[in-house]
């Protein structure tokens, strides 16, 4: 079965940096396009940062030049490397995985991002 576990959140103050962790397994990770999510309490979930299989990438206008998503085939695992943190990037960070030979989609359970000094 497949799970998606993320790690890597927690407390910073506002300027500082975290960087996310994905570990996808009961995929072929490398054919898989992998996003980012996050929700705000009191807001939709929104679409972060995008990874595909063929290495193409998409960011939300708000974080453009802040994060990067990256990924390690070798270990079926994706990254978010958030830098120059605002309050407004409080959030539960989501991965979600897309394989290409499935129909269906995949979330982890989320971590907590809390910005604020």
């Known amino acids: 079965q497949v799970q998606l576990v993320e790690s890597g959140g927690g407390l910073v103050q506002p300027g500082g940096s975290l960087r996310l962790s994905c570990a996808a397994s009961?995929?072929?990770?490398?054919?898989?396009?992998m996003d980012w999510y996050r929700q705000a309490p009191g807001k939709g979930r929104e679409l972060v940062a995008r990874?595909?299989?063929?290495?193409?990438?998409d960011y939300a206008n708000s974080v453009k030049g802040r994060f990067t998503i990256s990924r390690d085939n070798a270990k079926n695992t994706v990254y978010l490397q958030m830098n120059s943190l605002k309050p407004e990037d409080t959030a539960v960070y989501y991965c979600r995985a897309l394989p290409a030979n499935n129909p269906n989609d995949y979330w982890g359970q989320g971590t907590q991002v809390t910005v604020s000094s």
């Open positions: 990874l595909t299989g063929r290495g193409t990438t």
């Open positions: 009961g995929i072929i990770f490398s054919i898989t396009t």
